[in-house]
């Protein structure tokens, strides 16, 4: 079949109502993964776009689930585009720096529009970046450069926006201190900040990837919570006494911020410590908070709270 025939079968399977086709990039990474189980529960038809040199294992993984492998080049906008055909919507979830997040990004927009995929999911999965200020957050200014991009394209394109991963509560994000029982904050305990599991952030995604009608933003939050009320979920949680450790000014976390940028660039990194403590300044000031947000679009999915997640780490915790 030429090019054009295949086009053909793609306008007409998109003007069907059949199961849908969703072309995943970035399948075998921890958000892809889950997003592809999301989309085959919905009875979807997944096309995991790999990497010659992606895990083998989440390769398997995915197989099992029943996703259908499509290894690419990811540079080779004509193979991009033979692997979009007959898509009903492209979704990235794709990690990486300008390269990976604007470079590749463009090549399967180009190649998603080529193949006449009418909807495209950008990587966003993250606070709310159109409300900062350029050149704040070096990540998240990438995502604001995708998004002029993806503007100017024949697609209907929709962002997911979540906040900050839940998940990272109990690790990566040093905020609950669980060792010694504190709260790390800058600013004000009481702004307000903006968490979805990472489970939930996917399964929002394969609903979203679903609806033809789905808006240009959607902005999800499992729990919105203060400060205060991660120490108060904590104390809950654990039974200790959990106090608040105020640290200083959000201008005390940009110095801070400054200083480890300059003494540990990690330049290459896609999630220095300095990037991570630009996420977390974003939020503590309040700009990127996420208004009016549209957890009730898919009513089925069930939110997971920050007490749902904490208790879940303690309950681990103790098998351990
Ligand atoms: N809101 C939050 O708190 C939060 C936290 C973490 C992540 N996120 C966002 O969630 C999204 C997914 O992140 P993740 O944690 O799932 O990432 P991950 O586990 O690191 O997976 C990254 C995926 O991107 C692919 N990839 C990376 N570099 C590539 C390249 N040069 N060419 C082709 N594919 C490439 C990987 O493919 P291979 O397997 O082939 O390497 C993998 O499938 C990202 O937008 C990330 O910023 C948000």
């Known amino acids: 079949m030429t090019v054009r025939e295949d086009l053909k079968t793609t306008l007409n399977h998109n003007l069907s109502s059949g199961p849908k086709t969703i072309i995943l990039a970035g399948a075998t990474g921890a958000l892809g993964q889950l997003i592809a189980g999301y989309l085959l529960q919905r009875k979807a038809t997944v096309r995991a776009l790999v990497r010659k040199n992606s895990s083998a294992t989440a390769i398997e993984a995915l197989r099992a689930k029943g996703a259908e492998i499509r290894e690419v080049d990811y540079k080779n906008v004509v193979e991009l585009t033979e692997a979009c055909l007959g898509g009903d919507c492209v979704v990235s979830a794709v990690s990486g720096l300008r390269e990976v997040i604007v470079e590749l990004q463009s090549r399967l927009l180009q190649a998603a529009v080529a193949a006449g995929v009418p909807r495209f999911i950008p990587s966003d999965y993250c606070i709310d970046f159109t409300k900062l200020p350029a050149g704040s957050n070096r990540n998240l200014d990438l995502r604001r450069e995708f998004q002029i991009i993806l503007d100017k394209a024949p697609i209907k394109a929709t962002s997911i926006l979540n906040g900050m991963f839940t998940d990272l509560l109990t ?123 549209d957890n009730n679009c898919y009513p089925e999915i069930k939110w997971t709270s920050v007490k749902d997640v904490l208790a879940e780490k303690i309950k681990l915790d103790k098998l351990n």
């Open 171 to 293: 690790g990566q994000a040093p905020v609950i201190l669980f060792k010694i029982n504190r709260v790390l904050y800058w600013g004000k305990a009481s702004q307000p900040l903006d968490f979805t599991t990472m489970a939930n952030t996917a399964e929002f995604t394969a609903a979203a990837a679903l609806d033809p009608n789905s808006p240009r933003f959607l902005k999800i939050a499992g729990e919105v919570a203060s400060i205060r009320d991660l120490r108060n979920t904590a104390s809950e949680v654990t039974g200790h006494k959990f106090r608040l450790l105020w640290a200083g000014s959000l201008g005390v976390l940009k110095t801070m911020i400054t200083l480890t940028k300059t003494f540990s660039p990690g330049t290459d990194e896609v999630f220095p410590p300095w990037q991570g403590m630009q996420y977390l300044y974003d939020m503590l000031s309040g700009l990127p908070k996420l208004d009016q947000l």
